[in-house]
C-alpha cells in the first residue's frame, strides 16, 4: 500500500486524487482481486441504489398507509354523522308529525270557537242596539208621564185655590154656607193629596230617567263593545286561517324530511362499504409496507456485506479506484487525531471539553443546530485541514469529521453557511452543527476498523439524489476513540 507521505507528495504535485499511482506489486496476483474490487464498487452502488428507491417507495407507501387510515378514519366519522342525521330526521319527522296534528286539531277547534264566538257576539250586538233604541222608547214615556203628572200638579194647584175661595164665600154665607164649606174642605184635602202624590211622581220619574240614562249608557257600551269584538272576531279569523296555513306548511316539511330521509340513508350505506374497502385497503398497504420493509432489510444487508468484502479487498493492498481515497481520508483522520493531542498537550482544550456530548441546541434553528463546548476550537483550526481536500478531485463533494454519534460540528465553508428562513434551503447549505445519525453518518462517525467505505444515495432537494460514495477513518484522542473523517465522493 502507498505510504501517507507518498500519497501527499503527489497530492501537492499533481493535485488530483486520480493520479496517484500505487505502489509496484505483482500485477499478476492482484489483477483479478483489483476488478472483483471494482465490481463490487459497482455492485454497491447499484444495490445503494436499490436501496433507496425501495426507500423512496417505503416512504410512499408510509404517505399511502397515512391518506388511507384518515380517509378510513373520515368514511367512519361521515358514517357515524349520516347515522346520527338519520336519527335527528327521524326524530324531527316524528316531532314534525305529532305538530302537524296538533295543529291541524288546534285550527279546527278554533275555527268553530271563533265561528260560534262571532255570532254570539253579532246576537249580543244586534240584542244591546235594539235595547238601546228600546230604552229611547222608554223616555220619551217617561216624559209625557211627567207633562202628565206636571199638568195634574197644576190641576191639584188650581183646585186648591179654588176650594180656599170656596171656603171663602161659604163663611161669608155663615150658616147657608156650611154644607158648601164641607165640600170645598174635601176638595180641598183632595187636591192636598194629589199634590203630595204628583210630587212623589215627580221624584220617581225623575229617578226613573236617570237610571234610564244609566242604562242606555250601559247598554251602548255594550253594544260598542260587542261590536269591537265581532271586529277582534274577523281579526282572529285571519289568524285562524294562519294557523290552517302553518298546520299545512308543517305537514310539507314532514313530506321534505322524509324525501330527505331517502338520501342520507343511501348514503349511510354507501359510507359503510366505503369503510370495508378502505379499511381492506388499509390492511393492503400495511402488508407492502411490511415487505417493503423486509426488503429493505435484506438490501442493505446485501449493501453492507459488498461493502465489507470492497473493504476486505481493499485491506488486502489490492489498489482498487478507492485505494487513493482511502488512503486520503486515513492521512487525515490521523492528522487530526495529532491536532486533538496537541491542543490537550498545550492545555488549548480539555480532553472533558473535546468528548462534550452535551448537544445544546441553536433556538429557532431549522434544521435543528447544536453546539458543544468544543465547536469553537473546530471551527479555527478544521477548515485548513478539510477545505484543501475539496480540490484534490472533482469528485469530491465534502469532506469533514464526526464524533461517535455522527455529531459534525464544523463543516466546509460551502456548506455552512448562516440559517434563513427557509429549511429548505437551510437544509442544503447549513450543514455544520448538526446530528446525521442515519445509517451512512452514523456508521462513518462509529467504526472502529481502519475505514470503512459506504454506498448511498445523497438526497440534493427537490427529489433530485446523486450516487455517492462515502469512506471515513476512525480518529483517536489519547487512545480513546472520538469518532471519524468522512469524504464523500461522487460515483
Keep these: 500500500m502507498t505510504a501517507n507521505t507518498d500519497i ?136 209625557r208621564i211627567r207633562n202628565s203628572s206636571e199638568a195634574i200638579a197644576s190641576i191639584a194647584q188650581e183646585t186648591q185655590l179654588l176650594a180656599l175661595n170656596a171656603s171663602v164665600e161659604a163663611a161669608r154665607a155663615g150658616e147657608a154656607g156650611r154644607g158648601f164649606a164641607v165640600i170645598a174642605q174635601a176638595v180641598k184635602s183632595l187636591a192636598d193629596q194629589i199634590k203630595s202624590f204628583t210630587n212623589q211622581n215627580a221624584e220617581a220619574i225623575a229617578l226613573l230617567r236617570s237610571q234610564l240614562a244609566a242604562m242606555q249608557q250601559t ?81 442493505d444487508d446485501i449493501l453492507t456485506i459488498s461493502e465489507d468484502f470492497m473493504r476486505f479487498v481493499a485491506a488486502s493492498g489490492v489498489e482498487t479506484a478507492d485505494t487513493p481515497m482511502i488512503e486520503l481520508v486515513q492521512f487525515k483522520a490521523a492528522e487530526i487525531s495529532a491536532l486533538f493531542e496537541r491542543a490537550i498537550r498545550a492545555g488549548v482544550l480539555s480532553e472533558t471539553d473535546l468528548f462534550d456530548r452535551n448537544y445544546v441546541p441553536v433556538p429557532g434553528s431549522d434544521p435543528q443546530q447544536v453546539l458543544t463546548r468544543y465547536v469553537a476550537f473546530t471551527d479555527k483550526h478544521l477548515p485548513p485541514i478539510q477545505e484543501p481536500v475539496l480540490d484534490l478531485d472533482e469528485r469530491i463533494t465534502f469532506c469533514a469529521a464526526v464524533d461517535v454519534n455522527g455529531y459534525l460540528p464544523t463543516h466546509n465553508l460551502i456548506y455552512s453557511k448562516p440559517q434563513g428562513s427557509d429549511p429548505v434551503w437551510n437544509a442544503g447549505n447549513c450543514r455544520n452543527r448538526r446530528i446525521f445519525n442515519d445509517r451512512t453518518g452514523l456508521g462513518a462517525g462509529s467504526n472502529t476498523q481502519s475505514f470503512l467505505l459506504q454506498t448511498y444515495r445523497r438526497d440534493m432537494g427537490g427529489g433530485q439524489f446523486v450516487l455517492m460514495k462515502d469512506v471515513s477513518a476512525p480518529i483517536h484522542v489519547n487512545g480513546r476513540h472520538w469518532g471519524g473523517f468522512r469524504m464523500g465522493y461522487k460515483v
Design 219 to 299: 247598554v251602548q257600551a255594550s253594544a260598542a263593545t260587542a261590536e269591537a269584538a265581532h271586529e277582534q272576531a274577523g281579526q282572529a279569523r285571519t289568524a285562524a286561517a294562519d294557523l290552517n296555513a302553518l298546520s299545512a306548511s308543517v305537514g310539507d316539511l314532514v313530506s321534505e324530511i322524509e324525501k330527505m330521509s331517502e338520501p342520507v340513508e343511501r348514503n349511510l350505506a354507501t359510507f359503510s362499504h366505503l369503510g370495508t374497502s378502505l379499511g381492506e385497503i388499509v390492511g393492503l398497504i400495511k402488508q407492502s409496507h411490511g415487505n417493503l420493509a423486509g426488503a429493505r432489510l435484506r438490501t
Design 8 to 143: 501527499i507528495e503527489e497530492f501537492h504535485e499533481s493535485g488530483s486524487v486520480a493520479e496517484v499511482s500505487p505502489s509496484p506489486s505483482s500485477e499478476s496476483n492482484d489483477s483479478a482481486l483489483s476488478q472483483i474490487g471494482d465490481r463490487l464498487g459497482h455492485l454497491s452502488v447499484s444495490i445503494a441504489d436499490v436501496s433507496g428507491l425501495i426507500s423512496d417507495i417505503a416512504a410512499c407507501g408510509d404517505r399511502q398507509m397515512q391518506l388511507a387510515n384518515q380517509a378510513a378514519s373520515d368514511a367512519r366519522d361521515m358514517q357515524d354523522a349520516n347515522q346520527t342525521l338519520t336519527e335527528s330526521l327521524g326524530h324531527a319527522r316524528q316531532a314534525a308529525s305529532r305538530t302537524s296534528d296538533t295543529l291541524n286539531s288546534n285550527a279546527i277547534s278554533v275555527a268553530e270557537a271563533l265561528e260560534s264566538s262571532t255570532a254570539t257576539m253579532q246576537e249580543l250586538s244586534r240584542q244591546s242596539l235594539h235595547i238601546h233604541q228600546s230604552l229611547g222608547g222608554f223616555d220619551s214615556v217617561v216624559n
